[in-house]
Structure formats: structure tokens, C-alpha cells
């Protein structure tokens, strides 16, 4: 059992958004602004889409958006397109003792 | 450009030792605020966060692997090691290593870009 919740999975139509939540504590998500955000296609590695909460890399489509509350942090995909079919796992920062915790990945299909 | 890839044996008996190299470019283990950590991930399941190592020999475990785990840098050869002791089925996985960096004066746990990626099959 993953220490973040995700959906197991999400679908949407090509051109509309989605929004994948990434449920955590006030031991993690919570806590710190360091919650990170991976596209992973079968067989290929993961991919950093967001990273400290709502930045994006170099890169990577500005329809790739992040966002917390609380603490729950989410992941919004606007102007869906069908290469953006993947699983997507959220990350956060858990402290000292903990250290780095994975969300559970979330199946995106675009139909 | 950064590339790292992963290098290891890609069957080991229950019980026995795994070593797994993180060979890396574009980047050195010297430079002040860099890192690499690793990363697994059993067949159809979801990633889970090994260890990390920072340019000051800084290392970080997982909690519920700790006592199995111990990473190593080699700065000259630009290569990052794990460890794994005591292997068993259920440590079959897809191992990632992967560029890490503090952001200002603290660790940001983002890591970009991966490896490819080295299958490990635990198996008598």
C-alpha cells in the first residue's frame, strides 16, 4: 500500500482537462512544498512533468499544471491529447524519518 | 545533456547480494547541491523511493529497506552504487537510478532526468 493516494484511474476525450488528486497527511504533502509529478508510458521511464508543487520543467506542455490544498495535491491535464495516455505517479517529500514517498500511479486514458 | 543508465546482473538467487552501477554524464557528483537516487518498480506495480546521495556523501534510506541498502559514490568514475543484501522474489523489479538536485539551500526530492531502467529477477 502506497503512502499517497491516487485514483487508479482517470479517462477523458481529447481537447477536454483532467484532474488527478494525490492524497496525502500533514506528515507529507502537507508539510512541505515538494510534491512531484511523473508521466511513465509502458516500458519507458518516468518522466518529470511537475516538480515543487505547481513548477514545470523545461520542456514540458504548460497544459501539465500542479496544484495543492491541504493535503492533497493534484495534477491537472488541460487540451488532452492521446500521446498523454500513461500512468502518472505523484511524490512527495514525508521529512527526515520518512524521507521520499510514491502515490499508488494513476492510469490515464483518453478515449 | 544528462544520461545515466543502469548496470547489474539481471538475475540473482534468493538470499544473495545485489550490487546495481549508476553510470552518469553531464553532471558531477563534486558539484555542490547535486545527487542521484534510485528508484524500483515491481512488474505492473507502482514506484517506490531506495536511496539517495548527495555531493557531500550526504545518504538518505528508505526506512523499510534500510538495514538492506547502502549506496556509495564514486566521484572520479562518475558512477553511483547500490547495494541491496538478503534478495528475495519480491525484490524483482525494474531498478532506475536518476539526477536529483537541492533547490536553493534545501533538498527538493525531484528527480530528473531517469535512467532507462535495469530489470532484476530474483529467481533459484
Known amino acids: 500500500q502506497s503512502a499517497l493516494t491516487q485514483p487508479a484511474s482517470v479517462s477523458g476525450s481529447p481537447g477536454q482537462s483532467i484532474t488527478i488528486s494525490c492524497t496525502g497527511t500533514s506528515s507529507d504533502v502537507g508539510s512541505y512544498n515538494l510534491v512531484s509529478w511523473y508521466q511513465q508510458h509502458p516500458g519507458k521511464a518516468p518522466k518529470l512533468m511537475v516538480y515543487?508543487?505547481?513548477k514545470r520543467p523545461s520542456g514540458v506542455s504548460n497544459r501539465f499544471s500542479g496544484s495543492k490544498s491541504g493535503n492533497t495535491a493534484s495534477l491537472t491535464i488541460s487540451g488532452l491529447q492521446a500521446e498523454d495516455a500513461a500512468d502518472y505517479y505523484c511524490?512527495?517529500?514525508?521529512?527526515?524519518?520518512?524521507?521520499?514517498?510514491f502515490g499508488g500511479g494513476t492510469k490515464l486514458t483518453v478515449l | 545533456q544528462i544520461t545515466l543508465k543502469e548496470s547489474g546482473p539481471t538475475l540473482v538467487k534468493p538470499t544473495q547480494t545485489l550490487t546495481l552501477t549508476c553510470t552518469f554524464s553531464g553532471f558531477s557528483l563534486s558539484t555542490s547541491g547535486l545527487g542521484v537516487g534510485w528508484i524500483r518498480q515491481p512488474p505492473g506495480k507502482a514506484l517506490e523511493w531506495l536511496a539517495l546521495i548527495y555531493w557531500d556523501d550526504d545518504k538518505r534510506y528508505s526506512p523499510s529497506l534500510k538495514r538492506r541498502l547502502t549506496i556509495t559514490k564514486d566521484t572520479s568514475k562518475t558512477q553511483v552504487v547500490l547495494t541491496m543484501t538478503n534478495m528475495d522474489p519480491v525484490d524483482t523489479a525494474t531498478y532506475y537510478c536518476?539526477?536529483?538536485?537541492?533547490?536553493?539551500?534545501?533538498?527538493?526530492?525531484?528527480?530528473?532526468?531517469w535512467g532507462q531502467g535495469t530489470l532484476v529477477t530474483v529467481s533459484s
Open positions: 536518476a539526477h536529483t538536485s537541492w533547490c536553493g539551500s534545501t533538498s527538493c526530492y525531484t528527480f530528473d532526468p
Open positions: 511524490l512527495s517529500y514525508s521529512g527526515s524519518s520518512t524521507g521520499v514517498v
Open positions: 515543487e508543487g505547481s
